[in-house]
């Protein structure tokens, strides 16, 4: 877990987990979501901090597929983004 500029100003509800994956080349940041996901209670949001332009795309993509819901994706300071993810089941 993560602290950091994985929430927004103005968001509604601040991520139960921060899944860091800065560095890491998809499928890594997707893997690593799908298996903390049930970590946090339902309709929670997981935040994957990524940098891959692959997880920019590919998170909601794996949200559709799943069933999840892709908040949105906000940029960070530094590079990168956060990607909230919440569950949905």
């Known amino acids: 877990m993560t602290s950091g500029q994985a929430t927004p100003a103005g968001s509604a509800q601040p991520p139960a987990l921060t899944i860091d994956a800065l560095g890491k080349k998809c499928p890594i940041p997707i893997i690593m979501l799908a298996a903390q996901i049930n970590d946090v209670p339902r309709n929670g949001i997981v935040a994957v ?9 590919d998170i ?30």
């Open 60 to 89: 909601p993509a794996w949200c559709r597929l799943k069933s999840h819901h892709h908040v949105g994706s906000y940029e960070l300071p530094e590079r990168g983004w956060a990607i909230h993810v919440r569950r949905n089941y």
């Open 49 to 57: 901090l990524a940098d891959d332009p692959a997880a920019f795309t």
